[in-house]
């Protein structure tokens, strides 16, 4: 402890201590200072940043947190690594490892602190308070409903003449209230009456967004006709193919921009705001989603081209109109086959967009044959019946049917049998293939987003009018369906219900809620010029130094959130409430003229010159030194958890936590080489399938930036093993030890960095 | 089992053996923890799950011909393990009265007897027939004395000064009633019972249950000879978990059964062969053995109703009760009937044979119509498990 002090004296710095700090009588000694002038900037020597940031939260004041604790005194004990004896203390063979890593943070804090600025919240031009509702279906009316109930003035876009979705055209719904069990008849009427309550809710329909310009809080939105062309119509960008010439290379920027301006001509440039926009502060995606056209080999055995074979949606229209029919010739419908999963035994996916939905769909249609027939049989052949929640009494409640028959199995084919289909299963429940006679086959279609096929926001944007990487989420609209559901990944619009995912009416209407409050948020949080989510609160955003800028655009591309627009010369324009404060700008940036406030590439290089690298000239056999990159959201919290588990890792790794490993700028990594220092892990979320990444892109990015670095090393001689892209979940913690210990191994075996003690 | 087996559901069959106590049999999901729970279960079979999903989809022909249900003793293990309370060992139980139902003729009767509404007319046919009996026998005891002189034959069995149960209703008429009754039900059971093992043949071999392609007479009746002894000891019955209170009734009632078919037997030979008239003396051994049975089969009868009113997880519906309540009543008319003969109180124990008759009456004549018919049928499936290697 003392050894610290001495470390912080040695700058000439104040440095107090105290036995329980973050007790009141710690903090008041630490407010005291404050108050009394004394104190802007400190280092806290303590816990990690991760607990007690509500206690050591000091107005005014530049707070750095030094993990002493997780990252030091709990994961190596004393037991593992001795302290010094006193002839041990200059012997230039023996050294303290664990008090050099303490010693390292402490510097490391020390120098941060006087990188970085107070952040000053950036405030828009203009400030609108009213959200805008895309699609008047069951969704985006009760999102409306809601938000104007919270006292927000909303307006509801839909495209068709008059509201209410598909909710609209159904004979019956599911249940969406206690007890879960009957088929009611849609409650959409009803919603569609309780609008007129609401003076604050203005419908357009037969409207549609031309474009919404701008940022949240500030979002200037043009309205126009299904169908018409203005000039407020939103630009596209231009194909992949447009872009390369006729030998296939990329064309250079003025002749893509050239070929831009042609593809889009008449019109006008997404900076141009259209002077009789509506203003709006947030913006809520409603707009549902499409019945799934069956076609193509896959479901050729499933007979798609019969008559008498339809969709669940084809069913419904038939349904709404009377009894049940056979389209072919009209005949009453007593035996109805519904599949739902293609089957054929190869694998048991449903049908594409389908989910708990579809399921519940054929629950309730095959209760349509039997109200209308007594003697009326309705089989579902399924791989998996999905009825989440309390609608598993309405599974229950149908199941009670007599007429209803439903076994699992891989539908084979569907034929036509003389007047009738014959259905064939294989692998069901009753242990044979079955052969099932129907008047109907009702093939359960999916919910297809219709984000899928029009990007509906059209959003005036550099990045182009819709979501670019949806396919990561299956097509859905969506940004982290785990942690952050209704966030689309462009901040200030919110998706809700079958947009975002397959949803009954009762999952829309709970969904609309929370994209409503989502939006409300958006608003209370644009206006006072702090980030919405993930970084909640965040008064920073990218600051450029235009001077140094080359117009490479890497920013505005690689932004995971389109925040970054740019002018005819390339050059970025920042729009701040778009922003989610990744850092992932920071990181692309070759010219490093990127930077937030408290987060530069100056202040983390800083911290990692702070690390101090021991040579031959120090010790004979002078420790390895480990520079690790760690994600804060899931990797670093990981990491405290190693920590509080008190398991032990090389105390010759040195962390320091990054917004997101896409905030990584190459320049950090080549800076430890350069000192000295061994090698550099960079530890991430997931992405691909097991997609985990807080930011979209994240460490997609960094992964791909570590691979290109190879050359780089190998040109100074350097191994390219000494850098190292790893993920993590947040529940792996149990696996960073053995992670970070086995890299050290690899980077001890290839020895030392040459370029030590220069 | 590549042959494609084509499902003709039939609502009918849903509706009857939910009317038979298997209201519950909707609820199954085919989990298959019956199949776990099962002691009969084979390993690659799943029993009961597969009926179970026959039975929701009425799936006659799946259920009806399918010896399997029969080896099942309702232990209750998998209704009280059911997690959905789809109850199957009340469902097994429904679908085998149905197979009874199913394979009784004349069909009228089989209505008859699992209708509630009908059981004024069970109990009123016997009433008003022994009702004529007894006229016949009081009134016209003179010109029937007569009538039989001219054949040699004495008309009355009874004996002077004691109370005798032929002054009220004459042994002749009650065995004119009973003989040809007895070779009714034999007939009906003859057959039902070929029907019933083609069937199980059949489902047997189409399932895969079996290694025999045909039914050898012979072999079955050596297979009939390792069945009984597990019977008479009840070692399927005892494997039996939940409900294993039920064994020691059930066994109570049918040793009494036995007993009291040796006892009438015996009697019916002694009166018509060695022309010894009742009432016997109670220190004759066969009046002991008759006795005992009495008694047992009150108390076992008794038993077993005790146990379906406090076993409030087990469905017991009308076949259940009338055939117990049968029992019962059949057991007490027996035994007031003695005991009132032997008090000396001559109309009441008349009044008291007057039941016993119509309870006699009603255990036999509908036997192969009630779920007293599982004596023969799950006696059969036993014999053809055994016979056939069930797998």
């Known amino acids: 402890m003392e050894d610290l002090v001495d470390v912080v004296e040695e700058e000439g710095n104040n440095c107090t201590t105290h036995p329980f700090l973050c007790s009141n009588e710690g903090v008041a000694r630490i407010q005291k200072d404050v108050d009394d002038g004394k104190v802007n900037a400190m280092v806290i020597g303590a816990c990690s940043r991760r607990v007690n940031f509500d206690i050591f939260k000091f107005d005014g004041c530049i707070v750095e947190r030094v993990n002493l604790r997780e990252g030091v005194a709990w994961p190596h004990s004393r037991e593992k690594y001795p302290a010094l004896t006193e002839e041990q203390k200059d012997d230039e063979e023996h050294f303290d490892r664990i008090q050099m890593k303490a010693e390292d943070y402490i510097k490391m804090g020390m120098i941060r602190v006087e990188k970085v600025k ?12 009213k959200i805008l509702v895309l699609g008047g279906g069951i969704t985006g ?17 839909e495209k068709e003449t008059s509201l209410g979705g598909y909710a609209a055209r159904m004979r019956s719904q599911m249940p969406v209230a206690e007890p879960f069990e009957q088929l009611i008849s849609p409650i959409i009427d009803e919603k569609i009456a309780e609008l007129k309550e609401y003076p604050n809710i203005t419908v357009k329909t037969g409207t549609e967004v031309a474009r919404i310009a701008g940022q949240p809080g500030e979002f200037t939105v043009t309205f126009k006709k299904p169908g018409e062309k203005i000039p407020f119509d939103v630009p596209f960008p231009l194909p992949p193919e447009m872009i390369l010439d006729e030998k296939g290379n990329e064309l250079d920027a003025e002749a893509q921009h050239a070929k831009y301006l042609e593809y889009n001509k008449g019109k006008l440039d997404i900076l141009k705001l259209d002077p009789d926009g509506e203003l709006y502060g947030a913006v809520i995606l409603a707009a549902g989603w499409r019945p799934d056209r069956l076609k193509g080999d896959a479901y050729a055995h499933l007979g798609i081209d019969l008559p008498d074979v339809i969709t669940n949606d084809e069913f419904e229209k038939i349904a709404a109109k009377g009894k049940i029919v056979r389209p072919s010739d009209g ?97 069901t429940l009753l242990g044979k293939d079955l052969n099932i006679k129907a008047d109907l086959v009702v093939l359960a279609a999916g919910m297809v987003p219709v984000t899928v096929d029009d990007p ?57 809620a929370g994209a409503a409050l989502k939006a409300i948020q958006c608003i209370e ?52 409430t778009r922003c989610r404060r990744c850092g992932t700008c920071m990181g692309a940036c070759p010219e490093r003229i990127i930077s937030f406030a408290d987060y530069t590439i100056d202040s983390i290089g800083s911290q990692i010159k702070a690390i101090g690298v021991p040579s031959e000239d120090d010790f004979d056999e002078p420790p390895f030194r480990i520079l690790a990159l760690v994600c804060e959201n899931d990797a670093y919290p990981a990491l405290d958890m190693v920590g509080m588990n008190r398991i032990d890792y090389s105390p010759d790794v040195r962390v320091i936590p990054v917004r997101c490993l896409g905030s990584v700028n190459s320049i950090w990594i080549k800076d430890a080489l350069a000192q000295g220092m061994d090698g550099v892990i960079l530890i991430g979320c997931k992405h691909g399938d097991d997609y985990q990444c807080h930011f979209v892109k994240g460490s997609e990015l960094a992964e791909v930036r570590v691979n290109k670095m190879g050359d780089a090393l190998k040109s100074l001689a350097l191994e390219e093993e000494r850098v190292r892209f790893e993920e993590i979940a947040i529940d792996e913690y149990d696996k960073l030890p053995g992670l970070l210990s086995d890299f050290v191994e690899e980077i001890e075996a290839l020895g030392p960095n040459p370029f030590k003690g220069f | 089992m590549s042959e494609k087996y084509l499902v003709q559901p039939d609502l009918k069959f849903i509706d009857e053996i939910t009317g038979f106590g298997a209201e519950t049999l909707k609820k199954c999901f085919q989990c298959a923890t019956c199949s776990v729970a099962c002691p009969i279960s084979p390993e690659n ?19 009806v011909g399918n010896g399997d249900i029969w080896l099942c003793h309702e232990c ?5 393990l059911c997690p959905r309370g789809a109850r199957p060992g009340d469902v097994l139980s429904a679908v085998r009265y149905a197979t009874i139902n199913e394979y009784a003729r004349p069909k009228f009767l089989a209505d008859a007897v699992k209708d509630p509404q009908k059981l004024p007319f069970l109990i009123g046919i016997p009433a008003i027939w022994f009702a004529i009996m007894a006229y016949i026998t009081m009134a016209g005891h003179d010109t029937m004395t007569k009538l039989f002189h001219n054949f ?39 057959l039902g019972l070929k029907n019933f093992i083609t069937d199980i043949h059949a489902n047997a071999v189409a399932e895969g249950k079996t290694d025999k392609t045909s039914i050898d007479p012979k072999g079955f009746i050596l297979a009939l000879k390792d069945v009984i002894p597990v019977i008479l000891k009840h070692d399927k019955f005892n494997k039996c978990e939940a409900n294993q209170e039920r064994s020691t009734p059930h066994m109570m009632v049918l040793y009494s059964f036995i007993g009291l078919f040796i006892v009438t037997n015996i009697f019916f030979v002694v009166l018509y062969v060695f022309q010894i008239p009742g009432p016997y003396s109670q220190l004759n051994p066969v009046k002991w053995l008759a006795n005992i049975c009495g008694a047992a089969l009150i108390i076992g009868s008794g038993l077993m109703i005790k146990n379906r009113f406090s076993n409030k997880d087990q469905v017991s519906s009308y076949k259940d009760w009338y055939i117990l309540w049968l029992v019962f009543a059949l057991g007490l008319t027996g035994m007031l009937t003695e005991m009132t003969r032997l008090a000396g109180a001559q109309y009441l124990t008349y009044f008291m044979y007057y039941l016993h008759l119509i309870a006699i009456f009603n255990l036999f004549a509908f036997l192969p119509f009630s779920k007293m018919a599982h004596l023969v049928y799950r006696v059969v499936a036993m014999t053809y498990a055994s016979y056939g290697n069930r797998k």
């Open chain 1, 456 to 512: 509906v926001v059209n959003l005036a944007y550099r990045q182009g009018p819709g979501f670019r990487d949806n396919d990561i989420f299956g097509g859905y609209a969506d940004s982290n369906y785990i942690c952050f559901p209704y966030e689309t990944q462009r901040t200030g619009v919110y998706a809700a219900g079958a947009v975002r995912r397959s949803m009954t009416i009762e999952e829309s209407m709970e969904d609309a």
């Open chain 1, 331 to 427: 005949k009453e419908a007593k035996e109805v086959v519904f599949i739902q999963s293609p089957g054929k035994d190869e694998d048991d996916a449903d049908f594409p967009y389908c989910g708990g939905v579809t399921s519940q769909v054929a629950l309730k249609q095959a209760k349509y044959v039997r109200n209308d027939y007594p003697d009326g049989k309705a089989y579902i052949v399924y791989q998996h019946m999905r009825t989440p929640g309390l609608q598993e009494n309405f599974y229950k409640s149908i199941q009670q049917d007599n007429g209803i028959f439903m076994t699992k199995g891989a539908v084979t084919e569907v034929s036509k049998a003389g007047n009738s289909l014959m259905v064939e299963a294989h692998n």
């Open chain 1, 118 to 129: 107070l952040p000053e919240p950036y405030k828009t031009e203009k400030s609108s308070r």
């Open chain 2, 152 to 190: 040699g034959v004495e008309w009355s069995h009874a004996k002077e000064g004691v109370i005798a149960h032929a002054d009220f209703v004459s042994t002749w008429l009650v065995d004119i009633t009973f003989v040809p009754l007895a070779a009714f039900v034999v007939i009906v059971f003859a």
């Open chain 1, 141 to 157: 009316i009760s999102a409306a409903l809601d938000a104007a109930k919270a006292g927000f003035e909303v307006t509801i876009v």
């Open chain 2, 45 to 63: 079979s799943p029993f009961p799950r597969k009926e179970m999903i026959a039975a929701s989809w009425g799936l006659k022909d799946k259920l």
């Open chain 1, 525 to 576: 949080s644009a206006n006072r010029g702090v980030a919405v989510h993930p970084r909640s609160g965040d008064m920073t955003f990218p600051e450029f130094f235009f001077q140094r800028c080359t117009q490479c655009k890497r920013c505005t591309v690689e932004c995971p959130f389109g925040a970054l627009d740019d002018d005819e010369k390339g050059t970025p324009k920042a729009n701040p």
């Open chain 2, 76 to 80: 209750g293990d998998c209704s009280d």
